[in-house]
């Protein structure tokens, strides 16, 4: 399981994808879902369509495409039609929701600290048994992604120490910046003299130059 601060438009969305196997002898399709963003009050609670969890309705149309995917349209409808009605399947989509909501609310709610109406997406998989219509959770293949709060982002202690370190670093470059025009005005300025002077020395050696020769 794991927490992204934003893991693309991918997850935003309802999302499926399916295959079929085969394993010890049984046809299975294999399904990832990706609830799209929600919150627990509308994938496990009341406040999904209709009053009642979104989980279903996202679990059914998640089995009904990976049928049609993996079977065809039309055989992946009937067997959908067959499947659903079946005490197994409808026995083992209440597991599978009770596993998933008990793993959500023990679990990635106390990991991440989600609160009440917080945002997230859950990816998940599910196992679909095609002769006896049971649906496994596959609980390795599951994790979370939260979209945090601007409001909980709260910034270190240590993020003090390191701005009021930076003003004072800055106040000493302004101060040494200063310091650096000054002293290159200054320079110049001694220059200028330097160059004057010896202008003048010159002057004077050439005059005493020409009276001794004269």
Known sequence: MQSEEGEGEEV??????????????????????????????KLFGKHGRGGRPDFFRIVFGAVANGLRTSLGNEEGEAKFNELRNKSEFKKSLNQVFNNIKDWFFNEAIK???????????????????LETGELKWVREGSQVIY????????????????????????????????ENIRLK?????????????????SELMKLLGNQGNS
């Open 185 to 201: 005005n200054q320079n110049e300025e001694l220059n200028r003299e330097l160059a004057s002077v010896k202008a003048r020395i």
């Open 12 to 41: 935003e969305r309802e999302s499926v994808t399916s295959e079929l196997v085969t394993e010890a002898g049984k046809r299975i399709i294999k399904i990832k879902l990706s609830t799209g963003k929600t919150s627990a009050g």
């Open 111 to 129: 990991q991440y600290n989600i609160g009440k109406g917080d945002v997230f997406a859950i990816i998940t998989e599910l196992d679909l048994d």
């Open 147 to 178: 979209w945090v709060r601007s409001d909980k982002i709260t910034a270190p202690e240590s993020c003090g120490k390191i701005e009021e370190e930076l003003r004072k670093l800055k106040e000493d470059y302004d101060r040494l910046r200063e």
